[in-house]
């Protein structure tokens, strides 16, 4: 790795554990809430994230969760990076405000940088808001290119009835192992080298959520992986929230779409939130004809070198947040 040193009295990295929760949250709601009102969104207060939900971000990032501490050992800075196979990327990511500005951004960013591409990642991004110049800026400065949006759309499924989708938590012994193959056959063949089997077993190890299997006459069509948890602290669960989609095509998208929008209606969650990446235009559109409504976007960010590639072949939406 570089040496990539702050100009402050801040130390690091060092490995984030579930011990370091509560900090982390605290710095992540406050960080994040300034960012929004040197925005101008003087109102928007950010809650911390439900502790279950870190857990899980902690433990996919494995010794990619950093912390950043200062001369007094409380947390200055952190941020996970996240390496799925081939594929790598960071966040969340968060520098306490009054450490903001000297050098300790460079450090966060570059040092995880340089982790996932020590380890073998050929795509290396991050998403930011799309409003924030300061943090487009900031990521030009260290080689990061602007790609495509993330749009996060969402649909009320209300009380509908829907035949019930076919779940991975529902799949036993043979089955069950059939499946993880077909999902790691699929994401091989839409992006060879990536890999979500990490994310899908922590979400079943956790109790967060669970995966949608769409099987067609050859094999597995298309899957959907997602979590139920609350995304908030203190909150009820109030959206079925999309990680991860695979699908060989247009139709086997909207076939996954529909096997998750039963999921939520099964679990009596009203809204499906999903996190679209417009460099698939086609399935993007689909979503806007069942209804779905744009919530949010964000822009993702790919170090130069190292770019997202989408796949030729069916779709792949790969959340790069928690």
Known sequence: MRAWLPERDVHGPERAG??????????????????????????????RLN?????????????????????????AAFNLAHLCGREG?????????????????????????????????????LETMPRTVDNIGFYST??????????TVTLDTGARRLPAPVLLSA?????????????????????????????????????????????????????????SAPLAEGRDAEELRVLKLGARGGEAFAGVIGAVEAAAAGGGIRRVAIRAQTAYADAYRTLIDRGY???????????GGYPEVASPSGVLFSNWEI
């Open 293 to 303: 409504q744009v919530r949010w976007t964000d822009l993702r960010m790919c170090l």
């Open 171 to 227: 799949q036993r012994g043979d089955r069950q192992r059939e499946a993880l193959a077909g999902i790691g056959a699929l994401v091989g063949e839409l992006a060879p080298g990536y890999d979500c089997s990490r994310e899908i077993l922590l979400t079943a190890e956790l109790g967060l959520g669970d995966t949608v299997l769409l099987w067609g006459d050859s094999g597995l069509d298309g899957f959907a992986l997602w979590h």
């Open 89 to 125: 990327w960071m966040g969340p990511l968060a520098v306490r405000t009054d450490r903001q500005g000297g050098g300790v951004g460079k450090t966060v960013v570059g040092t995880a940088a340089d982790w996932l591409i020590d380890r073998g990642a050929r795509t290396v991004g």
């Open 51 to 75: 502790p279950a939900i870190w857990r899980y971000a902690l433990l996919d990032a494995g010794e990619g969760a950093m912390l950043w501490r200062d001369e007094r050992d409380d947390v």
């Open 142 to 151: 260290l080689g990061f290119l602007p790609g495509h949006l993330t749009v």
């Open 18 to 47: 579930e011990a370091d929760i509560e900090p982390l949250n605290r710095l992540f709601a406050e960080a994040f809430t300034d960012r929004y009102r040197r925005d101008g969104l003087v109102g928007v207060r950010v809650p």
